[in-house]
C-alpha cells in the first residue's frame, strides 16, 4: 500500500490525519451497523432451509471487507500519526 509522505508542499499533517480518522469513524458507524442488522431466520425460512445460513455466510463476508478496508485506513492514520509525531 501506498502511504502519502508528508512534505511542505503537500496537504498539512493535521488535515491529512483529520480527514483519515473522519474515515476510520465512518467506517466503525458501518461495522457496528453491520453487527446490529445481521441476518434474522425469520425473514429467510420461507426460502427454504439453507437459505439463513447462505445469507450469515454472506452478512459475514460483507463485514469482512469492511473490516478490511478499515484495517487500510488504520494503517494510513498510524502512518500519517507517526509522520506528524517526528517532525
Not at 24 to 49: C, F, I, K, T, W
Request: charged share 20%; proline share 6%.
Amino acid at each position: 500500500m501506498i502511504l502519502p509522505t508528508i512534505h511542505l508542499n503537500g496537504t498539512s499533517p493535521i488535515d491529512l490525519l483529520e480527514g483519515w480518522l473522519k474515515i476510520s469513524h465512518a467506517l466503525n458507524d458501518a461495522l457496528q451497523a453491520m453487527y446490529n442488522e445481521g441476518p434474522n431466520a425469520r425473514d429467510y425460512y420461507p426460502q427454504g432451509v439453507g437459505a439463513f445460513p447462505l445469507a450469515q455466510t454472506e452478512h459475514c463476508q460483507r463485514v469482512l471487507k469492511i473490516q478490511q478496508i478499515k484495517a487500510e485506513i488504520d494503517a494510513i492514520v498510524d502512518h500519517v500519526a507517526d509522520a506528524e509525531g517526528g517532525r
